[in-house]
T-cell receptor
Framework: EAQVTQNPRYLITVTGKKLTVTCSQN?????MSWYRQDPGLGLRQIYY???????DKGDVPEGYKVSRKEKRNFPLILESPSPNQTSLYFC???????????FGDGTRLSIL | AQTVTQSQPEMSVQEAETVTLSCTYD???????LFWYKQPPSRQMILVIR??????QNATENRFSVNFQKAAKSFSLKISDSQLGDTAMYFC???????????FGAGTRLTVKP
């Protein structure tokens, strides 16, 4: 089954404790992206990657890191999480040619 | 930068009736793509419909159709014969033709009432 898999689905943690949200897709997509969703703001792009070893900042990259060492994986790293990073996070992927993005099921992060 | 505006934070409709969700966008591009995504309480993001800017014909997917007005930069979604399962948050999104980056509106929360 074609899918984008994120883990964990839920996480409650404390300020300053490094965490990683994993994202994996099995569709051989070149493009992958991370978004955060906040009430009244819709989805805002954090980082994106057009291919292996190619990443770039989106609209709200501060406080986040990503890597793309393999085509299928695109982890999101919060080195020192803060309460303003409490949000719902989505990973998405797509092939080239203006294809719509396929989304993971979301990760609810709470930073206390 | 492109911006997408959904001016209706919340809407409601009676089951079996028709509802229209509004979306406007701002761009200087001539070629682009527009999408509507549905996010039910399960929070999955589900593609509802897609429109290519170079096509004059409005896209249709079963009970879902769009009214694409390129000159007005408007892209509304019409849901006919509303069903309880249509209750969800709906997001309008814009994509330029030369990359895969999407810009989303703030969303409209639709409630279908029995």
């Amino acid at each position: 089954e074609a899918q984008v898999t994120q883990n964990p689905r839920y996480l409650i943690t404390v300020t300053g404790k490094k965490l990683t949200v994993t994202c994996s897709q099995n569709m051989n997509h070149e493009y992958m992206s991370w978004y955060r969703q906040d009430p009244g703001l819709g989805l805002r792009q954090i980082y994106y990657s057009m291919n292996v070893e190619v990443t770039d900042k989106g609209d709200v990259p501060e406080g986040y890191k990503v890597s793309r060492k393999e085509k299928r994986n695109f982890p999101l790293i919060l080195e020192s999480p803060s309460p303003n990073q409490t949000s719902l996070y989505f990973c998405a992927s797509s092939s080239w040619g203006n294809q719509p993005q396929h989304f993971g099921d979301g990760t609810r992060l709470s930073i206390l | 930068a492109q911006t997408v505006t959904q001016s209706q934070p919340e809407m409601s409709v009676q089951e079996a009736e028709t509802v229209t969700l509004s979306c406007t966008y701002d761009t200087s591009e001539n070629n682009y793509y527009l999408f509507w995504y549905k996010q039910p309480p399960s929070r999955q993001m589900i593609l509802v419909i897609r429109q290519e800017a170079y096509k004059q014909q409005n896209a249709t997917e079963n009970r879902f159709s769009v009214n694409f007005q390129k000159a007005a930069k408007s892209f509304s979604l019409k849901i006919s014969d509303s069903q309880l399962g249509d209750t969800a948050m709906y997001f309008c999104a814009f994509m330029k033709h030369d990359n895969n980056d999407m810009r989303f509106g703030a969303g409209t929360r639709l409630t279908v009432k029995p």
